[in-house]
């Protein structure tokens, strides 16, 4: 297994575009995270996959903003309707939860996401 | 909520040692983790402590005072390739982390 990953590296996409990123977590790993990192801040929260339920989503994550994970394998991060304020790298993680345990969080190489 | 303080920027030479320090406050703590993350790159792991005390590995120890609310990375040996930015994580609820702004760590020759 080569990690975590994530693709496409870089989008440039025009505002009011949709665009949807996939993350490939480490195979064996039932949770799954996205953050959102903007120039010279840490990564922020956005939500959090426990095999294929959402278990929660930030205030940050807007209407515009969906996850899915229906396998519980891969994910997608969709924006509808971008604004230039959605330009960011986006970030997904995952890890592995077992009862009483949980492992360090391993991230992608992350999405590059440049509205003009 | 969670809030997490770290200096914005750190320089020091080749060879020395150099103290991050973070403090944070949250509603829920599970321990307290240190990111590496060099520019366009993914933060990688470093250390985590969900206990007081220190914790070494290799030239980078970390260490956690739970009451103070407080933790710091320490570099040792410094190396012209550890400039980059260094990011405490707070660990909370079902392993999320919630992360400061990053330090940004100049490693001078």
């Known amino acids: 297994d080569t990690g975590v990953s994530q693709d496409p590296r870089h989008k440039i996409t025009k505002r009011g575009q949709n665009v949807t990123f996939r993350c490939d977590p480490i195979?064996?790993?039932?949770?799954l995270y996205w953050y959102r990192q903007t120039l010279g801040q840490g990564p922020e929260f956005l939500t959090y996959f426990q095999n294929e339920a959402q278990l929660e989503k930030s205030r940050l994550l807007s209407d515009r903003f969906s996850a899915e994970r229906p396998k519980g394998s891969f994910s997608t991060l969709e924006i509808q309707r971008t604004e230039q304020g959605d330009s960011a790298m986006y970030l997904c993680a995952s890890s592995l939860a077992v009862v009483g345990e949980n492992t360090e969080a391993f991230f992608g190489q992350g999405t590059r996401l440049t509205v003009v | 909520g969670q809030s997490l303080e770290q200096p914005s920027e750190v320089t020091a030479v080749e060879g020395a040692i150099v103290q991050i320090n973070c403090t944070y406050q949250t509603s829920g703590f599970y321990g307290l983790s240190w990111y590496q993350q060099h520019d366009g790159g993914a933060p990688t792991f470093l250390s985590y402590n969900a206990l007081d005390g220190l914790e070494e590995t290799g030239r980078f120890s970390s260490f956690l005072s739970r009451s103070d609310s407080y933790g710091y990375l320490l570099l040792q040996e410094l190396q012209m390739k550890d400039s980059a930015s260094y990011f405490c994580a707070v660990r909370g609820n079902f392993n999320k982390f919630y992360f400061g702004s990053g330090t940004k760590l100049n490693v001078k020759p």
């Open positions: 195979s064996e790993h039932n949770r």
